[in-house]
């Protein structure tokens, strides 16, 4: 290994550690997100060239562990306490005399607090030794967790070494020991991503931010923890070997010198009387938040204090947490509307006479999907309990049983879309209804964005902005009607000049010679992606055929089976599919699917195709296999036949060297295919 390589792979984690700490801790960005993913791709080409370099604090390595089978357990050096509530004023004011009887001071002395917004997400510790971060795990029973560090890595936030060289000066000694702890948690944007996302795959959705960050964490897999984009706030130290603290407030300071993400809205009271005014400024001032707080954390700001006083039971004798009233109240519901989602998604909602919670009037109210209105036994007529947490979208808590009268109706899902008419399907083992109506005016957006995608039809320069321009032009409300568009009616819409439209055109136009597995897939029936509509194609040939197949022929296709079957079956059945075919037909679209030579010279051989093609397009390449009997894969395993590198081919061709599969070039795989 040259002698510069370990020296430049240093520059870049440390240039990285910044651009992550000013990104994620201090809001304040400095590189542009290309030049970041400049950096990371330099970082990773050195580590996987030279793996001896890679450091366990290195940015490459925030995901990388293997999916665990189980959480380990973790023991806090020092235990994590959990605080008493106090419920109001008169409570906050009791806990203040019981610090200064335990201090042996005068009832009307002042003792100087720390005054921290509670956050409402999952409590957790890091250990770092010699500034690396060594092991996170959650609070648990306060004396051993639950070991998360490879998820924890995850959270950008979480520097994975200290200090982080971000300007924060670096001039506080680093302990050679120490336990960072703090609250891990969710913005409300994150949330409503996430929960959207769920009920777009079928899985039952997060009741509040608070259930969605413990459940990201405790992901058995970290690459699942990594596509939800948690933060932590950090607000105390538990074990430190070489550093000694005098007050909180410099805590604070301090995990913030060392690039931890420490919360802004802190605020020293010299007396009780000033806790309480702060505490009740923020009493409206929290619904601003992007992130949700359930209260306030008072600490006595002495450490020297916090000693004397100790902790009694499991809980400090020094801190208490404020809680302020829960944002609850009652109505009656008077209908349950079922919403359709930009993915076809059925979601039913409380329509309910108009309330007031935490300042807000609420009329509406997520019931998430129909299990969920089952569990909570929500009827028509129901008095419920609502709650509204910052600026997420309100939710019944529970019934009001004892309020019934008789004359209450229960919910039933719909079987037909209440915008299009079409069929509803519910895919076994999931927990959100579906509309199947291909032009279904609830869907449309996402309909023409996957029909026009690269992977379906790949119409090139017709991209979502145009498509919403489109829709709102009430130029489109199928797939098939993209293909009546003309010159003229692009030019009229706006940021269209004539070149764009005429290429959109001449896109749309080449469309119309995609193979028949492209067309499959661009219908978009669930549960069918690239390979089951290519799969499908070779077995039926004609979309005529494919629409005309029982579920049990269906069945028998390669990469479908019942599930597959019954949603294909059900998604041909409906009338506005049969519709838009007939379009789709008359407008010249009516491909043949591939003839496939089960005698061919891959018959039952797996082939993958790796590097840079240059005389082929990848699609084209595995067509050629398929035609000849064989199998595209993209993964090299000791079943592969034959790998086919084209330039800059990487680990998939080093895999199949180590292997000791059968590698060709891209000319020779020609020259075998056609020897003419």
Known sequence: MPHNIADEADVLRRKLDRADYLYYVKDQPDISDAEYDKLMRRLQELEQTYPSIITPDSPTQRVGATVQSELAPHTHIVPMLSLQNAMGEDELRAFDQRVKR?????????????C????????????????????????????????ITANLKTVKSVPLRIPVEAGTGGTDPIPSTVEVRGEVILFHEEFRRINEDREQSGEPTFANPRNAAAGSLRQLDPNITAKRRLNMFC??????????????????????????????????????????????????????????????????????????????????????????PAQQATTVVTEIRVQVGRTGALTPVAIMEPVEVGGVTVSRATLH???????????????????????????????????RTGDEVEFVMPDHCPVCGADVERAEGEAVARCVGIACPAKIRETMIHFTSRGAMDIDGVGPALIDQLIAANLIGDPADIYSLTVEQLCALDRMGSKSAENAVAAIEKSKQAPLSRLIYALGIRHVGERTAAALARHFTTIDALAAASENELAEVPDAGPVVADSIARFFRQDETKRVLEKLRAAGIDPRGESRDESGMFAGQSVVFTGALERLTRDQAEAIVRRLGGSPSSSVSKNTSLVVAGEKAGSKLEKATSLGVKVMSEGEFLEMVDPR
């Open 369 to 403: 999907n129909e299990d969920e209105v089952r569990r909570k036994d929500v009827r028509v007529g129901d008095t419920v309990v609502v709650q509204r947490a910052g600026e997420v979208i309100p939710e019944v808590v529970e019934v009001v049983a004892e309020k």
């Open 116 to 147: 921290e917004l509670k956050f409402d997400g999952l409590a957790v510790s890091l250990t770092y030794v010699d500034g690396v971060l060594a092991a996170g795990a959650t609070r648990g029973d306060g004396t051993v967790g639950e070991n």
């Open 102 to 114: 335990f201090l042996g001071l005068d009832p009307d002395s002042d003792v100087e607090y720390v």
């Open 235 to 324: 607000y105390g130290i538990g074990a430190c070997e070489g550093r000694a603290f005098v007050t909180q407030h410099e805590i604070l300071s301090i995990l913030e010198s060392w690039g931890f993400r420490v919360n802004p809205n802190v605020c020293v009271c010299a007396t009780i009387d000033d806790v309480c005014e702060y505490i009740a400024g923020w009493a409206e001032k929290k619904e601003t938040l992007p992130y949700d707080i359930d209260g306030m954390v008072v600490k006595v700001n002495s450490l020297t204090l916090q000693s004397e006083l100790g902790a009694v039971a499991r809980s400090p004798r020094w801190a208490v947490a404020f809680k302020y």
